[in-house]
């Protein structure tokens, strides 16, 4: 069965310098979901788009944002990036309303070092 | 204070032995929905079982079941039969309410990291 599809899978970068990370829900899906997780945490929910809106929004920096296209594929842009910006990011897709569990489907994650 | 509490920050079992991760929850919310996901070392986030907070029945799926007790506030995951490959940390999560527009985010506890032992 299909996955959620994210790239890249690892990407290093400098201090200060931007990031685009994508993420492909799985096919039917049109929510999506973006996590956090820092090196021995639990994931922090982010932001999330439902139908190309965004429809929740967590502790997501300033210094980021995010859309959903018409594909409902989506990418998060992260700018000024900071050493504290090392983390493994999800993204996670779902039925949104049209299943009562909504249940999150992860996808393999972006592993963004800052250096 | 914290929404998901996993009190096992390790565990370790021996193969073919069952196995349950602790999870109690935090809400005020009536409707509600539980979830489990393992990480293993390669980092990807594989959902394992839901349970919701109307759900009269204690989930199952293969070798994970759920044993939800509402008033208590638990909801704990049994392995069952564990398996080398189920070396891996343990998420619970929460979702707060019934799908509703901005009303959707996971909160997970701190994980519980399983050994299973050969």
């Known amino acids: 069965a299909a996955g959620v599809i994210q790239s890249p899978r690892h990407l290093i970068k400098e201090k200060r310098e931007t990031a685009t990370l994508k993420c492909y829900p799985i096919p039917r899906h049109d929510t999506v979901y973006w996590y956090q997780q820092g090196p021995g945490q639990d994931p922090q929910f982010l932001i999330s788009f439902y139908e190309k809106m965004q429809s929740d929004k967590g502790s997501i920096p300033d210094r980021f944002s995010a859309q959903q296209f018409s594909d409902y594929h989506s990418e998060l842009n992260m700018s000024s990036l900071e050493l504290g910006d090392s983390a493994l990011y999800f993204c996670?897709?779902?039925?949104?309303?049209?299943?009562?569990?909504?249940?999150?489907?992860f996808g393999a994650g972006t592993r963004l070092s800052v250096l | 204070a914290q929404k998901i509490t996993q009190t096992q920050p390790g565990m370790f079992v021996q193969e073919k032995e069952a196995v349950t991760l602790d999870c109690t929850y935090d809400?005020?919310?009536?409707?509600?929905?539980l979830f489990w996901y393992k990480q293993p070392s390669s980092g990807e986030m594989i959902f394992l079982i839901y349970?919701?907070?109307?759900?009269?029945q204690n989930a199952t799926e293969g070798r994970y079941s759920l044993n939800f007790q509402k008033a208590r506030k638990s909801a704990n995951l049994v392995i069952s039969a564990s398996q080398l490959g189920d070396s891996a940390m343990y998420f619970c999560?929460?979702?707060?309410?019934?799908?509703?527009?901005?009303?959707?985010?996971?909160?997970f506890g701190t994980g519980t990291r399983l050994t299973i032992i050969p």
């Open positions: 999560a929460m979702r707060e309410g019934g799908w509703s527009f901005g009303n959707e985010k996971l909160t």
């Open positions: 349970q919701g907070s109307y759900d009269q």
């Open positions: 996670a897709s779902s039925l949104g309303p049209r299943e009562a569990k909504n249940i999150q489907y």
């Open positions: 809400t005020s919310d009536p409707s509600y929905g």
